[in-house]
């Protein structure tokens, strides 16, 4: 891990670093002013690379951040951290990376809001997010209690 941040932060250079720091704070900058509204901002500060939002407004709406997330990636994104920081009521940690296009981050946008407003209008939906996907959504509670840290293939051949 240490080699591959040691050889990109030796690729970009110093002004490449600069740069690439100035892109990612841009980014969530841009992010929280489109987001701002349709979710509760959690700190009223600049953001510097990440920031938090609160889905406690869609919580009481009939969607938590849980739901907010695996809709996320029915849309085709990986979903942010949730309920981190611990003090933030349904917390969502938003951060865009620095190389995202801005084509992307308005994306990611349009789908943060249309989920937004699904769990307005429509929360029951996205209690069974992802739907597009070919794993639909787990049980976590019962993940967690029968923890399998290894895939045996043996035990599941496949069919050819």
């Known amino acids: 891990v240490l080699v591959r941040a040691y050889t990109y932060i030796r690729t970009l250079g110093e002004e490449g670093l600069v740069e690439t720091g100035r892109d990612a704070i841009l ?10 509204g349709a979710y509760e901002v959690a700190y009223e500060r600049s953001p510097m690379h990440e920031f938090v939002l609160s ?47 801005v ?35 787990l049980d976590e509670a019962e993940a967690a209690k029968r923890l399998t840290v290894r895939y045996l293939f043996e035990d599941h051949p496949t069919s050819e």
């Open 55 to 101: 889905a406690a407004k869609q919580k009481k709406q009939g969607a938590n951040g849980l739901d907010i997330a695996k809709a996320l990636i029915d849309e085709g994104f990986h979903p942010p951290t949730i309920y981190f920081p611990l003090i933030v009521s349904e917390a969502l940690m938003i951060e865009p990376t620095e190389t995202e296009a």
């Open 103 to 137: 084509e992307t981050l308005d994306a990611f946008c349009d789908a943060m809001l249309a989920i937004a407003k699904e769990a307005a209008e429509h929360p029951q939906q996205l209690k069974d997010a992802p739907h597009t996907r070919p794993v639909r959504r």
């Open 27 to 36: 980014a969530a900058n841009y992010l929280l002013a489109l987001l701002r």
